[in-house]
């Protein structure tokens, strides 16, 4: 079983900054692939991010060349960090695990992250 709890969302202007972080328990983290999804008002969730367990990336159109998405597999971790950030990037921020052995899924609590124009 692996829970995922992510953190570090919080309130912020248009053109600033933030960093996530998706803390893994449970074994096997370097076994995950592990990906950020949001979920913003009246929108269904949609991938953000994903980092596979050998490190390759990929992101969605809308925030390439602004996020960059990493993971630390000694400290169980995963990250995201958000540059440029728009209004448009309001959303709970969801972590999401998959083991690449069995293919069970998890998913973190959202964190929510706000930008102001």
């Excluded at 949609?46 to 990336?57: D, P, Q």
């Excluded at 971790?77 to 069995?102: F, G, I, W």
Aim: one cysteine or more; hydrophobic letters at 35%.
């Amino acid at each position: 079983q692996v829970q995922l709890q992510a953190f570090g969302g919080g309130l912020v202007r248009a053109g600033g900054s933030l960093r996530l972080s998706c803390a893994a328990s449970g074994s096997l983290f370097y076994l995950a692939d592990m990906a950020w999804y949001r979920q913003g008002p009246a929108k269904q969730r949609e991938l953000v991010a994903r980092i596979t367990s050998g490190g390759t990336t990929t992101y969605a159109d809308s925030v390439k060349g602004r996020f960059t998405i990493s993971r630390d597999d000694a400290k169980n971790t995963m990250y995201l960090q958000m540059n440029s950030l728009k209004p448009e990037d309001t959303a709970a921020y969801y972590c999401h695990s998959r083991d690449v052995r069995k293919g069970d899924i998890y998913w973190g609590q959202g964190t929510q992250v706000t930008v102001s124009s």
